[in-house]
C-alpha cells in the first residue's frame, strides 16, 4: 500500500509540474511562433506538431518583456529552422 501511495504523489508532482511548464505563457508563445516560422519557411499552409516547450532561457537586454512574446521570438527562430530543413 505504501508503494501504491509513493506512486500517487509522485504522478500527481509530474502532472502537477507539466500542466503549469506546459500553459505558461511563454509555452503557449512558443507553439504559436514555432507554427508560424515553420509555414513561412516551408511555405506550407499544413501546422505542424510542435516539439516540447523549452525551459525559458534569462531574458537578455533585447529580449522582450513579456513572457509570450519571449516564447514566440524563439519558436519562431526554431520553426523557421525547422521549415528550412523541410
Not at 506512486?7 to 507553439?31: P, T
Not at 507554427?35 to 525551459?55: E, I, M
Request: glycine content about 14%.
Amino acid at each position: 500500500m505504501k508503494t501504491f501511495s509513493t506512486l500517487a504523489i509522485a504522478a500527481l508532482l509530474c502532472f502537477g509540474f507539466s500542466s503549469v511548464a506546459y500553459g505558461s505563457d511563454f509555452c503557449n508563445g512558443f507553439k504559436r511562433g514555432y507554427v508560424a516560422g515553420y509555414k513561412r519557411a516551408s511555405n506550407s499552409g499544413l501546422t505542424p506538431f510542435a516539439p516540447f516547450c523549452p525551459f525559458q532561457p534569462f531574458k537578455g537586454f533585447g529580449d522582450p518583456k513579456s513572457d509570450y512574446e519571449h516564447g514566440y521570438v524563439i519558436g519562431l527562430e526554431k520553426g523557421l529552422a525547422a521549415g528550412q530543413w523541410r
